[in-house]
């Protein structure tokens, strides 16, 4: 308990001065999972939409798929991830292993899923409402989508945010395809694993604590938009 | 009201051998007419006897099994562009109510300053200024479907389906809906709207097409329609028996 107590005070004396070194992967982990979730929500929307909108062969197939794949366990992808990557790997040419690019991309495969099918139940709702309405107006498909992505801005905000809090709480993707490496792939998840495992647990604890932060912002916003969504969803 | 309409070319609507089947079931069987400018057409019927699918299926928001629809006009473009539906649940977008007027204006490619014009006309005309900046979500049943009709009224169609819009509305709401739909139908807008309110029926129709389980009984001019209809469902209804 002594040691906790001392870790704490130590954690948050690093806090208060700003640490560059804690700063640093700080800055890199949100660096990493925003870029991730925006290249995330750019193609799981649009999965999402012509999922909810069109019927092809095979479509139900590709759902039940994403659904399984929104608890794809993240070491895993790390791992394929890596293999694809690696020196011999079909991506290797690319030379991107062991770079925050590496990374950006492991957690994109982790989370695109997610979004994909979370966003499909809300494109598929607002499509059951709009539908005849967007037809009778004559709207073509691209109206149809910018109408719904804009009815639908607060629902997938929150499909947006679950997805960050997936991207920037997972360890192994990361550590895998990233490296860990001090000044280049160490993000807060890393680092924490580092730092335990070498005796420091100031370090890690001061991340800990700003990685909990970040988590409960996120769900904070999740709860707040849901709040909004509610008043002015008639 | 600057949207008198002149030189319509859509009607008439020929509708012939018109069939509609869903999983097996016979939800529509043959049937055919004419609807010509006569002003309001009224597709009268009890809950179930298929007047929403022979909407849409006029409207072109379903297909048909069988038969076909045609207009006067025959560019499949005019056709499209010169007609407007309003539904039973009032659809309208999570945005302010001029904002949802404004959205259909400019989807049919009007520029800002007519957007303007013909908003403020269609929130004075629907008796909504005052509402204009709310949420449209929020607003009452009643608020809700003449918000619903001033913007089927934005983009001046010549023929504007109506599909039960005052099924859940109360009487002076559904008063008011009915002065505009008469104020439309004076301005030469052809209405062909579907009610199971058989006293709604007789204050507006100037036709009546009576459907029962899927077929069309009757077609005729109101004022026979009411005080001699043929068929004995048809009679039974505008008697006020329950129809099964």
Redesign the interface.
Known sequence: MQNFQAAFANALQMLRAGDPLLMESVVLSLQVSLTAVLLAGLVGFLVGAVLAMTRFPGRQFISVLLNALMGLPPVVVGLAVYMLLSRSGPLGAWGLLFSPEAMIIAQWVLITPLIAALSKQVFEELYA??S??L?????NKR?VLA?LMW?GRLSLTVVLLAGFGRAISEVGAVLIVGGNIVHHTRVMTTAIALETAKGNLSIALALGIILIFLACLVNALISVSNLYLNR??? | MDHRIVNPTLMPLTVNGLSLIRNQRQLLSDISFTLNNEQVSVVLGANGAGKTLLLKLCHGLIQPSKGEISWGEKDPKQIAEKQAMVFQRPVLLKRSAADNINYVLKLKGFDKRQRQQKMQQCLELTGLTHLKNRPARVLSGGEQQRLALARAWAIQPEVLFLDEITANLDPSATALVEQLIELFAASGVKIIMTTHDLNQAKRLADEVLFLHQGRLLEHNSAKPFFEAAEQPAAKAFVRGELLW
């Open positions: 409402e709009y005849e309405l037809k009778s107006l004559g709207a109206v109408t009815e002015f969803s008639g």
